[in-house]
């Protein structure tokens, strides 16, 4: 009996999320993890996509129709991959065992210089707790330290410089 390989077809999670899209990229906090996430074009482009009914192999071809170019799978397995660490995906899709040694460096290799303009990109911060946030002081406030204050700079007479 054969057996069909299983097609990865990802969802995206939205729930706990706020969601700003721009027009080269898109800004997601995550409430529960108090995490921002910048997804570049490539990235925000695939995880837009991840509605449970786009194949990998799908989004790819999408892909490469925006860009007028050919994109390998590739591309999305390494979006996939870095959405799913910040808890982007509803859960991770199983990977090919052809890419579950690749990381990004060796995908740019194995792809050629050419295709590094759509090399998906998450860049993450942990958000500061309220207490974090308010914890240095404005302008004008007397200092000790310079990082006490906002400006991260106490002048000469001791005080907080304006921002």
Known sequence: MNKKPLIAKPVARKQGLVIQELPDEVLVYDLERDRAHCLNETAAFVWQRCDGRNSTAQIALTLGNQLNCEVDEKIVWLALDQLGRNHLLEKQPAVPQAMKSMNRRA???????????????????????????TSCRGGGVACTDSAQCCSNLCDQTGHCANT
């Not at 995908?107 to 946030?133: F, H």
């Open 107 to 133: 995908m740019v290799r194995a792809l050629g210089l050419t295709a590094a303009v759509a090399i998906p990109l998450v860049t993450s911060i942990l958000a500061p707790t309220a207490q974090a946030a």
